[in-house]
């Protein structure tokens, strides 16, 4: 699997627990948003929403993992878009059920509330839960096909209830747009696959 990491400015210092705990699970990790003491331009959560969203549609990752200092900005921001289907964890319990109910395709961490003795253990340990090979398999048991059907539906409803994300990109407020698609480590890697998607393309050289 190819999961980007995608930090925002309030949890940069975290960058280096996320990785670390992400260690050791054979994926291939882009390590694409805000670190501790980097130079580069500070992302809000809003940037870090269209970031991720781009990279999904795009088919450059599989998985984004996100957050910020509660997880419910970034939550809310990845969610305005097309075709991405995120969760805000907090504990390995809800990493253990989103990945077997839901199987999203993105997650949302707390990096700074209630990030405290302990934090990067409870990151592992939500991974743990989180990357598995039961990954949509439901929970319990009995309610899995229910639960298939619900996540057909709701990608369906995604579908229907969005703009295609090449027509979002060209009305969203410069201030939104300029500071995401621009970033030094994110940008080599949209330019990349945009290049497969001709309405992204095409979005993107009217904008940069």
């Known amino acids: 699997m190819k999961i980007a990491v995608i930090n925002e400015i309030s949890a940069a210092d975290k960058n280096a ?3 670390k705990a992400l260690e050791g699970r054979g994926h291939e990790v882009l390590n694409l948003g805000n670190t501790k003491g980097s130079d580069s331009p500070g992302l ?9 969203a781009l990279l999904l549609n795009l088919k ?9 200092g509660t997880g419910l900005g970034y939550l809310n921001s990845v969610m305005q878009y097309p075709g991405v289907f995120c969760g805000h964890l907090l504990a390995p319990l809800d990493a253990f059920l989103f990945a077997r109910i839901n199987a999203g395709n993105c997650v949302s961490l707390a990096l700074n ?3 405290g ?9 939500m991974f743990d839960n989180l990357f598995t090979p039961d990954a949509g398999s439901g929970y319990p048991p009995q309610r899995a096909e229910p639960q298939r059907q619900g ?9 229907g209830t969005h703009r295609p994300l090449a027509d ?19 940008r080599p890697v949209l330019e990349q696959f945009a290049a497969t998607d001709a309405g992204i393309r095409s979005a993107l050289e009217k904008l940069l």
């Not at 003795?117 to 340990?125: E, F, H, M, Q």
């Not at 996540?151 to 579908?159: D, E, F």
Request: proline residues 5%; negative net charge; hydrophobic residues 50%.
């Open 60 to 68: 450059a990752v599989d998985f984004v993992v996100g957050g910020c």
């Open 151 to 159: 996540r057909q539906l709701l990608a369906q409803v995604s579908q």
């Open 117 to 125: 003795w302990a934090g990067d253990v409870n990151l592992r340990l």
């Open 168 to 186: 979002i990109l060209l009305s969203l407020p410069e201030e939104v747009v300029k500071p995401a698609l621009t970033y030094p480590a994110f």
């Open 44 to 52: 809000l959560y809003i940037h870090t929403g269209l970031m991720s």
């Open 113 to 115: 509330q209630g990030y």
């Open 17 to 19: 627990d996320i990785l």
